[in-house]
């Protein structure tokens, strides 16, 4: 008996899984499985973030519904996932975020949005919210530069401890011994398979998504989104070093650096979020966990409005609408910071996280 | 779609789709008629995982070489001669050129990751396993424009002279009941799915055979071929039966119901007696052999007994094993005579003789003085838990088929060749398979003749 019912659900699977065994070469989770006869509820929560949804164990499974065994390794892995993810939260008082974490997402996303209008407002003149500023350091007009990073400092700050204690509290309950500290040679592999985005693939041709014909595009749009995010992290943090280091202020011509990165990313950032979305639209039933549709659907939508509004500042930078894009860019961004540790985003720190487990796993058996 | 094909196979498994596949590449129009629903289609093939081929080398997937000549020894051993010599040699050296054929069909092998079975050598595995495979090979025959019809099980031939004219569908398709095809594969597998046809070779016993595979393999179009003349191979009450968990369910539980575990206990049926030398010969090679073993003891129920210092030697099962932390506990779970199983136990445990014990190779580990006597890896059953599983005939597949030649053209029981009528995979394996198994021939038989009977057919069809 575990925890919860998806647990024990997924107990069942590993169980029926390590007694047939067909689909231990389509990815990570098989022969994790394999090294294990018994599972324990970290065990099971490992396995779950392993798992990357590509649905090819699904649509290869000679068992799977409507057989009366009912396999469904995907779909039970993705809730075991979601609510690993509540489970590790830190603090745990708000991993109650995660129950509806569309609604959650959306309100944190509107009420900073509008703070940043409402606080533009107050602070600056009408004219000025809605004025023409060009050249450096025109978006200071509206909030000083200062201000701006001491927010989103303390925003970044926030979720990356609360993002810390929800990773360490996963690793704890995964690694052998309890709290065994994972080696360098084995974080590298994990970074690697995860830059790659080794196990979305079916087992080689593609992830499953509608039917049982493989394509191999939530791949693509993954590598966009998340690419995407890299690019425009990058770009900030080039933008910060050349205010403090060189003393150049924002905005930066269409040339420099900090745009070049930021243009990129933005693309990433508005093509490959609405590429997931769509193919979460025609997704089998079958392989989506449906409670966990606002979750997702919530992350896709700040990544996506996110990109979308820093391109419209991009382009609309010289115009009367700088002002109100800026505060709303400012939103969605301050947004995406603080909901980071209770939404979607955990997905990728747990999964390297399993990744590193794995490749050690894998380099003490061999 | 037209109302007239060049080729009509009925099936929709391994041979079924590489005969498609094999016609369509040779021209013809092609419709595949599969009596299953889409989820099911694939009867037994979906259930399957590796194939046996022989190799000159070694290859990315195979340690090697595996050649032609092993191969027919070891079809040889496994039949005991019971094997139509130039057939099986024609499929042993055409299995050669199947490992890549296969390939291009969209196939994936995976690299043998070792485990529980030591077949690296003589099978390739196929990625995801049979269901995988068969997608693969479902794909590759819609991009090329084979017809496929689902739900669409044939119940009538009409054949004159021994030469097929067209087939009757139970559910009409497309407003039509009736297809005329210009020639014929059948690859709709064996009979073992009909317990009724069982029970006439097996009697009431058949009542308590589990079927490891598809519940649509009923055999109806080997028995419409076979009263409409065609000759007929093999004994029917010969096929492949292992024990397999007698909880398992009826029909189509498939690879996980299966147990590996006798040769690290012992097994006796419902009076708690032996019956057989559960060490004489390394798993999987006597594998096959348990199924007919169970299928002659009362009740067609034996159980497997062993202790707890063996439970990490084999696969993890499905279903646990019954625990008793006595002998007579466990008896009493398992319906057992408590003194009869503890006897057995006790006269078991002294007739064992020390020894090196290696479940890996015919090891030093017998009994004495007991009969049956286990000649490998006896041990002591003697350290609580002890554990056992019931276990049950588990039916695989039958051999009793229709006689083809090397062309997969069916033979009419005055021994001529039938026009336009091929066969291919389980239908017809009885011809290589007198009796007997050894693992991944299944396979082998559906795509070897499966390959042919959709090339000849479709040669026949465009002439
Ligand atoms: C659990 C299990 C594991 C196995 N593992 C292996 C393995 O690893 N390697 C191996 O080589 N072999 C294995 N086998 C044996 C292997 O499955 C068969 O030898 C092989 O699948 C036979 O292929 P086939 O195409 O002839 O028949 P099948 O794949 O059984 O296909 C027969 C088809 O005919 C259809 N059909 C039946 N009647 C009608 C009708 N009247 N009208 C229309 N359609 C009809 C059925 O629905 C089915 O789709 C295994 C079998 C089982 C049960
Ligand atoms: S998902 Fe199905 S085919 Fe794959 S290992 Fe599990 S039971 Fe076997
Ligand atoms: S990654 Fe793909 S193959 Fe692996 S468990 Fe998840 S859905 Fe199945």
């Known amino acids: 008996m575990h925890g919860t019912r998806i647990l024990d659900e997924a107990d069942r699977l590993m169980t029926v899984c390590n007694s047939c065994r067909y689909c231990e070469g389509l990815c990570a989770v098989f022969p994790a499985m394999e090294m294990r006869r018994a599972f324990s509820d970290g065990d099971l929560n490992y396995l779950a973030n392993l798992c990357h949804s590509c649905g090819a164990c699904y649509v290869d499974c000679q068992f799977s519904p409507p057989h009366e065994f009912n396999v469904n390794v995907p779909k039970t892995l993705a809730i075991a996932r979601a609510e690993s993810y509540a489970a590790y939260a830190w603090p745990r008082a708000l991993s109650g975020a995660f129950a509806r974490n569309g609604l959650v997402i959306s309100i944190v996303a509107a009420l900073s949005m509008a703070a940043f209008i409402f606080g533009f407002a107050a602070v600056n003149d009408r004219n000025v919210l809605f004025g023409v500023h060009t050249g450096p350091g025109a978006f200071y007009k509206l909030m000083p530069h200062n201000a701006m990073a001491a927010l989103f400092s303390a925003a970044f700050l926030y979720a990356m401890l609360a993002l810390v204690m929800s990773v360490r509290a996963f690793w704890r309950d995964i690694s052998t011994p309890i709290g065994g500290r994972a080696d360098g040679g084995s974080i590298f592999q994990a970074i690697r398979d995860a830059g790659e985005l080794r196990y979305l693939h079916g087992g080689g041709v593609g992830c499953y998504n509608e039917d049982e014909k493989p394509t191999d595009r939530r791949k693509l749009y993954h590598h966009l989104t998340f690419y995407g995010f890299v690019l425009c992290f990058a770009a900030t943090s080039v933008a910060t070093l050349y205010h403090y280091l060189l003393a150049r202020e924002a905005p930066y011509p269409w040339w420099d650096l900090p745009v070049v990165l930021g243009t990129l990313g933005g693309i990433g950032l508005i093509i490959g979020p609405v590429g997931l979305f769509m193919a979460k639209l025609r997704r089998d039933p079958a392989l989506l966990d449906e409670n966990r549709y606002g979750m997702d659907v919530g992350f896709i939508a700040m990544l996506f409005l996110t990109g979308l509004t820093g391109m419209a500042l991009l382009v609309l930078r010289e115009t009367a609408a700088m002002g109100p894009l800026l505060a709303l860019h400012l939103g969605a961004v301050f947004a995406l910071f603080v909901t980071m540790p209770y939404g979607k985003f955990v997905h990728g720190i747990y999964r390297f996280a399993a990744l590193v487990r794995y490749a050690q796993e894998r380099r003490t058996a061999a | ?463």
């Open chain 2, 1 to 463: 779609m037209s109302s007239k094909y060049d080729v009509l196979v009925i099936g929709g498994g391994n041979a079924a789709l590489c005969a498609a596949i094999s016609a369509r590449r040779g021209g013809a129009s092609v419709l595949v008629l599969e009596g299953a629903p889409k989820f099911y289609r694939g009867g037994n093939t979906r259930h399957t995982r590796n194939m046996r081929c022989a190799h000159d080398a070694a290859t990315e997937i195979l340690t090697g070489p595996y050649t032609e000549e092993e191969f027919w020894e070891d079809l040889l051993r496994v039949t005991g001669g019971q094997t139509d010599e130039v057939l099986a040699r024609h499929m042993i050296s055409e299995s050669k050129d199947i490992l890549n054929w296969i390939v291009e069909q969209g196939v994936r092998w995976q690299p043998s990751l070792g485990g529980t079975l030591s077949l690296g050598r003589t099978n390739s595995f196929f990625l995801g396993g049979g269901r995988a495979m068969l997608n693969a090979l479902y794909l590759t025959a819609e991009r090329l424009g084979v017809d496929v019809e689902y739900d669409a099980e044939v119940t009538d031939l009409v054949i004159e002279d021994g030469m097929f004219l067209a087939a009757r569908l139970k559910r009409p398709i497309r407003g039509e009941t009736e297809i005329r095809a210009t020639a014929l594969v059948a690859a709709a597998g064996g009979f073992e799915a009909n317990i009724e046809w069982l029970k006439q070779y097996w009697g009431e016993a058949a009542d308590n055979f589990l079927i490891r595979g598809t519940p649509y393999n009923r055999g109806s179009i080997l028995k419409m071929l076979l009263d409409k003349g065609v000759q007929e191979v093999g004994d029917p009450t010969q096929c492949h039966a292992v024990a397999i968990d007698a909880r398992a369910p009826k029909f189509d539980g498939g690879i996980i119901t299966r147990h590996d575990s006798v040769v690290f206990g012992i097994v006796v049926n419902k009076h708690a007696q032996r019956f057989y030398d559960e060490g004489e010969d390394i798993w999987p090679k006597r594998y096959a052999i348990w199924g007919r073993l169970v299928a002659a003891q009362p009740d067609q129920i034996a159980y497997i007994i062993f202790d707890s210092t063996v439970v990490t030697s084999f696969m993890p099962t499905l279903f646990p094993p019954i625990a008793g932390q006595t002998v007579a506990e466990l008896a009493g779970k398992l319906e057992l005579d408590p003194i009869a199983l503890e006897k057995t136990i006790t006269e078991f445990n002294a007739a064992v003789r020390p020894g090196t014990f290696d479940h890996t190779i015919l090891d030093d580990c017998v009994t004495e003085g007991i009969s049956p006597p286990k000649t490998h890896w006896a041990r002591k059953i003697e350290t609580p838990p002890y554990l056992a599983y019931p276990v049950r005939p588990g039916i695989t597949f039958t051999y009793l088929g229709t006689r083809v030649n090397k062309e997969a053209r069916m033979l009419m029981a005055d021994g001529k060749p039938t026009g336009n009528m091929f066969a291919a995979g389980e239908i017809m394996a009885g011809n290589v398979l007198g009796k007997g198994y050894a693992a991944g021939m299944g396979m082998t038989i559906g795509s070897v003749f499966g390959r042919i009977a959709g090339r000849e057919a479709a040669k026949h069809a465009r002439n």
